[in-house]
């Protein structure tokens, strides 16, 4: 079975600065997707950036992206320029490439955002 | 598209009530799934429909949960005789199926606390 590690129960960042979240995964699968997901306080999680295993080149989105080891199976979200609405809990997920779609999801990282 | 839809956002209830919740997937989303979220976790995995056929059950589903997908739209989520450790945010998430097709659309939650 897979699992999926955040060891950083919670970050802190300065309004434009940069933070990077952990994330580590165990699985014997050669080809799966990697999933950053955000939560803000009572509303929705919404996917922030994905990874497929295959592809050797990192995901980017905006101010975010992500370093992507599958050797280390270590896949770390980078957010740079830090804002405000960027506060949230942060979950990393893993989901096998022959599914249909079960999600896996680490314990979260709850980014805070200071002025 | 008006997103994933959940009813109720919050119940309150005593131990050894039934409680239902819904979720309205986005529209014509084939696929369909169920996490259930504790304080401080990751969501994890209960249940996933395609249509109306639910195709796996979590061992965290236990007999006194039970879901339906009656018409490959709506679904159900029903939980008999509540116990306090059954106090959590359930979590509907829908996607469209297809091959490539990675990405779930999460609704807003509900949210059970059982007194």
């Known amino acids: 079975a897979q699992t999926v590690t955040q060891s950083q129960p919670e970050m802190s960042v300065q309004e434009a600065e940069t933070v990077t979240l952990s994330c580590t995964y165990d699985?014997?699968?050669?080809?799966?997707?990697l999933f950053w997901y955000k939560q803000p306080p009572s509303r929705q999680m919404i996917l922030v950036i994905r990874?497929?295993?295959?592809?050797?080149q990192n995901a980017t989105e905006n101010r975010f992206s992500v370093n992507f080891q599958k050797a280390a199976k270590s896949f770390s979200l980078k957010i740079s320029d830090s804002q405000l609405g960027d506060a949230a809990m942060y979950f990393c997920?893993?989901?096998?490439?022959?599914?249909?779609?079960?999600?896996?999801f680490g314990a979260g990282t709850q980014v805070v955002v200071t002025p | 598209d008006t997103g994933v839809s959940q009813d109720p956002r919050h119940k309150i209830t005593k131990r050894g009530q039934n409680v239902t919740f819904r979720c309205d997937p986005i529209?014509?989303?084939?696929?369909l799934y169920w996490y259930r979220q504790t304080l401080g976790q990751g969501p994890e995995f209960l249940t996933y429909?395609?249509?109306?056929?639910?195709?796996?059950k979590s061992r965290l589903l236990s007999d006194r949960f039970s879901a339906e997908r009656p018409k490959g739209s709506f679904s159900t989520l029903e939980i008999q005789r509540t116990e306090q450790g059954d106090s959590a945010m359930y979590l509907c998430?829908?996607?469209?199926?297809?091959?490539?097709?990675?990405?779930?659309?999460f609704g807003p939650g509900t949210r059970l606390t059982v007194t």
């Open positions: 429909f395609q249509n109306e056929a639910q195709l796996e």
């Open positions: 990874q497929e295993a295959y592809k050797q």
């Open positions: 998430a829908s996607s469209p199926g297809g091959a490539g097709v990675v990405e779930q659309y």
């Open positions: 997920a893993y989901r096998s490439r022959d599914s249909w779609g079960k999600l896996q």
């Open positions: 529209s014509e989303h084939n696929r």
């Open positions: 699985t014997s699968e050669s080809d799966y997707y």
